[in-house]
């Protein structure tokens, strides 16, 4: 349901009983929340679930949409018809039913090539405008081009398999040297970096038409994504993929920062297996199967987690062959098609609200952010800033070492996909190009890594801090501003010098401390939780406050193998909300509690609940 902005949510008196570390409160308790409400897809009044993959002949598709209707099983395709000229008795047919159409790009085996054939015709972009006419939202899909650019150029292998026939002709204008990483000239600087990504990116917008949808996985690219005029920042998660929450707080915050939807499409391959429709099959290279790839439990939690973190759309990937026992009637649900649907009522009936990121990193626009290569850009060796980033986003905000112990310990491949977060899903990634408008209505403003201070940036600090936000410096960052500039911004509001601090953990510098991010979560978050370790992330909506709490522990997958539910790993959790509140809600089961001082819960494993506390008007 789409919310207008929530402005400043001043919501009474905190509780009197508190604990662990909140034993002390002021009388009040304002929570800045001036966050605008998550970006629906253009057209659209509500968020998106798709179905990946339709029919190609036009009966099928009407009985398809027919039984998506019937059965609330999603309000999409992605993608849908591929976006050329043969696909128009499809699209005039989507036209009529109004859901969002994500298209695969022309000769889409092609899509990630820079000058090869996956190019828009004059014939396939009127196809497309059918929908435009309707006001349907359309998009075409450029899949994993971050990887795709640093990995697969290189690759001999994959070119023979995109190029076919053409390798022999053509495949030396494309392959690079595996040592440039897909540059070529191999770059030297930073922005030498970003332009040739940017050069890249922009050939496959131009040649879609203006129509792209990126999807990023193994890399961190959002925010350029952004920048660069993506229709819609999306993510590929599960499949093989790490550092899921991270990537949530960079397509977040780039949605907010250029004002468009974000979506998340969840990969079913997991090593060499993947789940499809039918009993599990190992005898091949790759495992088959309803209990093959990923557990049924991450597949929930991460479709809700996506819905409730502010995304557009969530696309079950290869769901046409998982949800369905036969490709045809009568379309017959499996297990999971049941699941999926459960999961998409649920999202329908409540109220997600906006998520409340109190804090807002700051990286230097040309921080080239990139987790997985290891690799600043995805060639260019880490500094200490860049290490500092990457040890505060995937070893302090997203992660925690702590985890529930599972009987027996076994080896658990699945747990790396989320993780316990120790104050919460905290945070928004944004680059320094942005305006003081959109940082100001962050109570908390952290700059990270390796930072430029040109004329404009500072100025939007200033204007930042003007407005209330509270900015947080690294003495290198004190020494790049210089003392004239640093006065000035210290001037203008709340400005602190973080001190010096080696994390024992990963016994590097960080950008901040561990007790000082605790601290600001203290400080800004409207509930405590205490506890066992848990995944929770707090959102603001029409009634008042709802908190999701996820138990990623307890379920044991391996790609190859059926999952193993513990029942004894539960996460037992005590929420103070530090305001005055007349009810507490619980989604999944519907309990309501009266108003008190603390709410205790246990979360079974694998499993989220949302708990929604109803604030005094």
């Known amino acids: 349901m789409r919310l207008p902005p929530v402005l400043w949510c001043g919501v009474g008196l905190a509780v009197g009983l508190m604990v662990g570390d909140f034993s002390t409160l002021a009388a009040t308790n304002d929570f800045r929340g001036d966050f605008p409400a998550p970006r629906l897809l253009p057209g659209q009044k509500e968020f998106a679930f798709t179905l990946y993959g339709c029919p190609d002949n036009l009966p099928q598709l009407k009985e398809v949409v027919t039984v998506m209707r019937e059965r609330g099983l999603g309000n999409g395709f992605d993608p849908g018809p591929s976006a050329v000229a043969a696909s128009r008795p499809l699209l005039d047919y989507l036209a009529t039913v109004g859901w969002p159409v994500v298209c695969y790009p022309p000769d889409g085996g092609r899509m990630q090539v820079k000058g090869g054939t996956s190019v828009l015709s004059t014939a396939d972009e009127e196809s497309l405008r059918v929908l435009d006419a309707a006001g349907v939202f359309s998009a075409i899909q450029l899949g994993e081009w971050g990887y795709h650019f640093h990995r697969l150029q290189s690759d001999v292998g994959w070119w023979k398999a995109v190029l076919g026939s053409d390798f022999e002709s053509k495949g030396q204008e494309f392959i690079k040297p595996p040592e440039n990483r897909g540059y070529d000239p191999l770059p030297k600087s930073r922005r ?7 050069e890249y990116f922009l050939w496959h917008r131009q040649t879609k038409g203006g129509r792209l949808i990126s999807v990023t996985g193994h890399s961190h690219y959002e925010a350029y994504a952004a920048e660069w005029g993506a229709s819609v920042v999306g993510l590929e998660v599960g499949e093989n993929i790490g550092f899921t929450q991270s990537k949530f707080a960079f ?27 039918g009993p599990l099959n190992t005898s091949g290279e790759t495992a088959t199967g309803m209990d093959a790839g990923h557990s049924l439990s991450l597949y929930l939690r ?4 996506a819905w409730f973190a502010g995304a557009a759309m969530v696309t079950p990937e290869n769901s046409s062959a998982i949800f369905f026992e036969e490709s045809q009637a009568p379309w017959k649900l499996t297990a999971h098609g049941e699941a999926a649907a459960k999961a998409f009522k649920f999202m329908r009936e409540h109220d997600r609200g906006t998520p409340y990121t109190p804090l807002l990193v700051v990286l230097d626009h040309l921080a080239g952010y990139a987790a997985y290569h290891e690799r600043t850009w995805g060639v260019l060796p880490r500094t200490r800033g860049d290490q500092e980033v990457f040890d505060l986003l995937e070893r302090q905000l997203y992660f925690s070492a702590t985890r529930l112990p599972v009987p027996g310990n076994p080896a658990n491949p699945e747990a790396g996909y989320l993780h316990p977060t120790p104050n919460g899903e905290l945070a928004d990634v944004m680059l320094s190009t942005v305006p ?41 960052h004190v020494e ?10 210290r001037r203008a509001g709340q400005v602190e010098v973080l001190d010096l601090w080696t994390n024992p953990e990963t016994r590097r510098p960080a950008a901040i401390s ?28 029409r009634s008042g406050w709802v908190i999701e709490l996820i138990n990623n522990d307890g379920v044991v997958k391996e790609g190859r193998k059926p999952a193993v539910v513990h029942p004894s790993v539960i996460a037992r959790l005590t929420l103070v909300p530090r305001f005055s509140w007349t009810a507490a809600k619980e989604w999944e089961t519907g309990s309501v509690t009266p108003a008190g001082g603390k709410l205790e819960l246990a979360i079974p494993p694998g499993e989220s609940r949302f708990v929604e506390f109803t604030v005094s008007p």
């Open 192 to 198: 030498e970096c970003y332009d040739q990504l940017r």
């Open 514 to 541: 561990s007790d000082r991010l605790r601290q600001i979560g203290r400080d800004t978050l409207p509930i405590a939780v205490t506890g066992e370790p848990i995944q929770y992330q707090i959102n603001r909506n």
């Open 436 to 476: 003081g408008a959109i940082m100001r209505r962050y109570p908390v403003i952290l700059l990270a890594g390796d930072m430029e201070f040109s004329k404009f940036f500072v100025h939007e600090l200033i204007a930042a801090a003007e407005g209330g936000s509270r900015i947080l410096l690294h003495p290198r």
């Open 302 to 305: 991460l479709w809700r987690h």
């Open 480 to 489: 790049a501003l210089g003392a004239g500039q640093f006065e000035r911004l």
């Open 251 to 277: 397509a977040r915050g780039a949605s907010r920062q250029w004002n468009v939807p974000w979506s998340v499409q969840v990969s079913p391959w997991f090593g060499n297996a993947v789940t499809t429709r």
